[in-house]
């Protein structure tokens, strides 16, 4: 991979990486306003995770289409694009992010598929909560996984 390819790799992952601290901001609030107990204000903060985890998946995508771009199983890319970014790929890729990374990822993608799918049930606050606290978790050692793999990038010829 040749320097430009590798700057245009890291442009974008950097600015998918600003749009994902925008959505942990907005978790941030609405799970400040939680407090309250309003179903609007959970509701709001369930929105908010679906969100995080759509910009992460959005993320994955970016780095799958700049190397290897071909999910075989279609009904169920989701889950293997996050199992795939955690292969080293020889002569491809290195691993984009840890197994510990993705196995948060896929509590989150499970929420998400509940949620999109949750119009007969009301939410509960404490899951809500505990998918919040999976945004918290999983977004320091995303960052640490994507430092890592933009550096292995710049070292590759």
Same mark, same amino acid.
């Given at each position: 991979?040749?320097?430009?390819?590798?700057?245009?790799?890291?442009?974008?992952?950097?600015?998918?990486?600003?749009?994902?601290?925008?959505?942990?901001?907005?978790?941030?609030? *609405?799970?400040?306003? @939680?407090? =309250? +107990?309003? #179903?609007?204000?959970?509701?709001?903060?369930?929105?908010?995770?679906?969100? &995080?985890?759509?910009?992460?998946?959005?993320?994955?995508?970016?780095?799958?289409?700049?190397?290897?771009?071909?999910?075989?199983?279609?009904?169920?890319?989701?889950?293997?694009?996050?199992?795939?970014?955690?292969?080293?790929?020889?002569?491809? *890729?290195?691993?984009? @992010?840890? =197994? +510990?990374? #993705?196995?948060?990822?896929?509590?989150?993608?499970?929420?998400?598929?509940? &949620?999109?799918?949750?119009?007969?049930?009301?939410?509960?606050?404490?899951?809500?909560?505990?998918?919040?606290?999976?945004?918290?978790?999983?977004?320091?050692?995303?960052?640490?996984?994507?430092?890592?793999?933009?550096?292995?990038?710049?070292?590759?010829?």
């Amino acid at each position: 991979m040749d320097s430009r390819d590798a700057s245009l790799i890291e442009a974008e992952v950097r600015h998918q990486l600003e749009l994902i601290d925008k959505v942990r901001a907005t978790i941030a609030d *609405r799970v400040a306003r @939680m407090a =309250a +107990g309003e #179903a609007v204000v959970v509701e709001g903060a369930a929105f908010h995770v679906n969100n &995080f985890y759509s910009a992460v998946e959005d993320l994955l995508r970016i780095v799958a289409a700049a190397f290897e771009n071909n999910i075989d199983d279609v009904s169920r890319w989701h889950s293997e694009l996050i199992d795939r970014m955690t292969l080293d790929i020889p002569g491809v *890729r290195p691993p984009f @992010m840890s =197994a +510990g990374a #993705a196995q948060l990822l896929h509590r989150l993608r499970s929420f998400r598929h509940f &949620f999109r799918h949750a119009y007969r049930v009301e939410l509960n606050p404490d899951e809500v909560l505990e998918n919040v606290a999976r945004t918290s978790e999983v977004h320091p050692l995303l960052l640490a996984d994507v430092e890592r793999f933009l550096g292995q990038l710049r070292t590759v010829d």
